[in-house]
């Protein structure tokens, strides 16, 4: 696309996006000749990230690495990060002006597409009674109700601040419920920054190349095991030789913190089989999937109901927050119905039971997954057909509105063959899709995620961009 701008005399012709005409003095204000092109490629030239480099300097002496969460520090992909301005629909600007198609929505959250203005007019409202009770109201109930009824497995819940923190819980409570110790976990999940679960953990780890957390006691690791995803005999394995002491196994139904990888086909009902068979819990991680494979999350995409449910992200519409949830004799081991402590001050707070419930109040019309089905295929088919055009080895996949590449040949099954990935190309790949105004997750280990707000033409555009910069790596 190239905006040609050319004049003789007094007469100007000009074909641009209106921003650039609005910028260009017009003929009759100027009297001047003009023959010149202004192209996309000269817009690029312009690209710099000198206000991120000055902030996120000031910032390496205030906060460890410079940010709040590490794989935002851009270690496992270069380059200077982006310190973000804002963000609206399925774009977002950053400090020094430039402009991005959005692949990562807040890591999820932002499934309507950002600052929604129905989410925002609601919390508008809601602000004027206070940004924390500390005390029930009565839009827990709501989201509570919205919860229940869209969550197969979950006939009680417990709002809490935090996937983490959700997490967190539920572990205790498949414990105390249980009177068992030991759980399953899977190479390459992440359950959360809590010691029991930072073994084999994917995600942020993996970005950093540590295997484990330093600080973590081998006393609060000791009584989880791991295994590889959709490998059932490693499983059944770990049952059989530690039979009778197993209380649960925790999983991400789809993995999100390896890059994106799906279950097999008779995996996830399998683990349902062997949990049942030997008294222990089944609990999937939601914090991820929980309404964006589905209203009723992987759950109800995959017909397997667990025992226990933990949520996050979607469900706050963008504010703090996660959840537990579950049958209703196990829930009621929780304090204060029963002895399972747990507590939180800003837990249920109305600003983000508000967002919330606004949320799944969008996701709920009619429409909505078919539409997120549809623009997340058409992006990673693109991508995909880009990659093998321009000579790459190059796998993937998606459901809804969740999806993930590898620069390998693949299949993708489990973290193992996540890591052969081609992870200097990536990084590659990833500075030059930024600079063609396309933001993906910095890390080949994590999921990407389309909203409602992503339009056809963010992904054409986002697949041109693509195949441009694969073309050059």
């Not at 012709?13 to 260009?24: E, N, W, Y």
């Not at 460890?64 to 977002?92: C, E, L, T, W, Y």
């Not at 049942?276 to 939601?286: Q, S």
């Not at 963010?458 to 697949?463: F, H, L, S």
Request: hydrophobic share 40%; charged share 20%; proline share 5%.
């Amino acid at each position: 696309m190239a905006a040609s701008i050319s004049g003789l005399g007094v007469g100007l012709g000009l074909s641009c996006s209106t921003k650039l005409c609005k910028a260009l003095p017009s003929s009759r204000s100027s009297g001047f000749r003009v023959k010149m092109t202004v192209s996309v490629e000269d817009k690029k030239k312009s690209y710099t990230l000198q206000k991120s480099e000055e902030a996120f300097n000031a910032a390496k002496n205030l906060m460890p690495g410079g940010v709040n969460s590490p794989v935002r520090a851009f270690k496992s992909v270069g380059g200077q990060p982006i310190v973000i301005d804002s963000v609206k629909g399925s774009h977002m600007w950053d400090i020094d002006g430039n402009e991005y198609i959005d692949y990562v929505g807040s890591w999820g959250p932002a499934i309507i597409g950002h600052a929604d203005d129905e989410v925002l007019a609601a919390l508008a409202e809601t602000m004027k009674k206070g940004t924390s009770f500390g005390a029930p109201c009565l839009l827990e109930n709501v989201l509570a109700e919205m919860v229940i009824s869209a969550v197969p497995s979950i006939e009680m819940v417990r709002f809490v601040n935090s996937g983490t923190e959700a997490c967190m819980g539920v572990l205790r409570l498949a414990r105390a419920f249980t009177g068992r110790e030991k759980i399953i976990k899977f190479e390459g999940c992440y359950h959360g920054h809590a010691d029991p679960f930072l073994v084999k953990a994917g995600s942020g780890v993996a970005t950093l190349g540590l295997p484990d957390s330093p600080g973590v006691p081998r006393g609060a690791t000791f009584e989880t095991l791991t295994a590889p995803f959709n490998d059932i005999s490693a499983v059944e394995n770990l049952f059989n030789s530690n039979k009778g002491e197993l209380a649960a196994i925790i999983l991400e139904p789809v993995v999100g913190n390896s890059g994106f990888i799906p279950p097999k086909s008779d995996f996830l009902e399998a683990i349902r089989r062997v949990t049942k068979e030997n008294g222990a819990l089944l609990i999937f991680d939601e914090v991820m999937t929980g309404f964006r494979l589905s209203y009723g999350g992987a759950q109800e995409y995959f017909g397997i109901t667990p025992d226990l449910t933990t949520l996050g992200k979607i469900i706050g519409g963008g504010l703090p927050v996660g959840a537990y949830g579950g049958r209703r004799e196990i829930m009621e081991m929780v304090a204060p119905a029963g002895p399972m402590y747990q507590a939180g001050t800003l837990s249920g707070n109305p600003l983000a039971m508000t967002a919330g419930i606004q949320t799944l109040k969008r996701l709920k019309e009619p429409g909505t997954y078919e539409y997120l089905d549809k623009i997340t295929g058409e992006l990673v088919q693109g991508i995909l057909d880009a990659g093998k055009k321009t000579g790459h080895a190059i796998c993937g996949g998606y459901i809804s509105g969740m999806f993930g590449f590898f620069f390998t040949e693949g299949p993708v099954n489990n973290f193992d063959e996540a890591k052969k990935s081609d992870t200097a190309k990536f990084a590659r790949f990833y500075r030059g899709m930024l600079e063609e105004g396309v933001y993906f997750a910095p890390s080949q280990f994590e999921a990407g995620f389309t909203s409602l707000a992503h339009s056809s033409e963010d992904i054409q555009k986002t697949i041109a961009a693509a195949e441009k910069v694969l073309s050059k790596i």
